[in-house]
């Protein structure tokens, strides 16, 4: 990480509410903790989230503050913070080091708090990120209600949680859609997270090709990579790697993952995997084996998802990405970031909330 002392290095947990329950493939989420590690030098605060996942992040579990606080106290005893690439065994925490280290490299920054950024179009309020709309697991009112309210705003990209609910009832829901809208006016994802078993999944792949579906994410559970790699080979649909990825960091181990799975593309949640430089590693991987991919939030704030758009502008794909829009929390943090149509964009002409930042940066670290 780039020199800069003296530091102190800090951490503090920020609790959200949801607006409503979301149903996740991990159960339902009333309300998401999230921890913002702060690095303060020379009367400036340099901003990382490390928005760690109950039972899907490797490192969640009881003892996740005491890691945090070890590595702090280390990090201030030897005024050294660890890279990113250092503590890939906690990915989230790895994460958010690596945004205050890009934080600290980017020289146009105003103000006291400082935050990850890349000098690019869509930092400089030049071009929007196109975005899919989320469709979130739930009874099949719900799901309609949203699918009504994505298409309304625009959106030409709609990817749904499906494997929640009656199976009948969410083909039923694609069906509607696809009766109203064909492959080429909008496109429909899939996500299943692991709800299928190796023994029928292909048949619902089967059934979902008919609709003109874009691709599935994680049809069945990870670590099942024989049978992934058969899916692959078989699947009339596109195949996309999500939770596959998380926990696997070392090099061979990812060559081989992808050299036997095979898969089309490549889900990047940079929270889950240890940062942006990991990502790119499997992006280096993926290039020579055709295998495409594109960037996702994980139920960020507004501060990771922030950071995750920043990289997506910076990687400048042309496909909608699967960035969240942070509206789903009642007390989400205040960024200039905003929806417009089916594009996210930062606003020039909005600001961070600083006062905000001061009151969080004021209360208890851990």
């Known amino acids: 990480m780039a020199r800069i002392s003296p530091f102190t ?207 599935i994410e994680q049809p069945i559970r990870q670590g099942q990579w024989d049978a992934m790699a058969t899916l692959c080979k078989q699947s009339p649909i596109p195949i996309a790697l999500d939770e596959e990825l998380i926990g696997v960091t070392k090099l061979k181990d990812k060559k081989d993952l992808l050299q036997t799975i095979q898969p089309h593309y490549l889900i990047f949640k940079p929270t889950l995997l240890g940062g942006f430089e990991a990502c790119e590693e499997w992006i280096r991987i993926a290039k020579p084996l055709s295998i495409d991919y594109w960037p996702t939030s994980a139920l960020e704030s507004n501060l990771g998802l922030h950071a995750i758009a920043q990289w997506a502008g910076y990687l400048n794909l042309s496909i909608p990405q699967g960035l969240g829009t942070g509206g789903m929390y009642v007390d989400n943090i205040t960024t200039p970031l905003v929806i417009q149509g089916e594009d996210l964009w930062l606003r020039d002409t909005l600001s961070w909330d600083s006062q905000q930042f001061d009151s969080i940066y004021a209360s208890p670290s851990l």
């Not at 969640?60 to 690439?85: C, M, R, W």
């Open 9 to 215: 290095l800090s951490a503090r947990q920020y609790d959200m509410n949801l607006k409503r329950p979301a149903g996740t493939s991990r159960g339902i989420l009333h309300q998401k903790s999230t921890y913002f590690i702060c690095l303060e030098s020379q009367n400036k605060v340099y901003w990382g989230e490390a928005g760690v996942f109950p039972n899907l992040s490797p490192e969640a579990g009881p003892d996740f503050e005491q890691k945090l606080n070890e590595l702090i106290t280390e990090a201030n005893a030897h005024q050294y913070v660890p890279k990113a690439s250092e503590c890939q065994h906690l990915p989230s925490i790895a994460f958010a080091l690596e945004q205050i280290e890009i934080a600290l490299s980017y020289s146009h920054h105003a103000g006291k708090h400082r935050f990850c950024s890349y000098d690019t179009p869509y930092n400089q309020s030049k071009m929007g990120i196109p975005i899919n709309g989320l469709i979130w697991m739930g009874d099949a009112v719900f799901m309609q209600e949203q699918i009504d309210n994505k298409l309304d705003q625009g959106f030409s990209c709609l990817k749904m949680k499906i494997g929640a609910i009656d199976w009948a009832k969410e083909i039923e829901l694609l069906k509607g859609i696809r009766s109203r809208y064909s492959a080429e006016t909008l496109t429909l994802r899939v996500d299943a997270n692991g709800a299928f078993v190796p023994n029928n999944a292909l048949s619902k792949l089967e059934e979902l090709s008919r609709l003109d579906i874009h691709s």
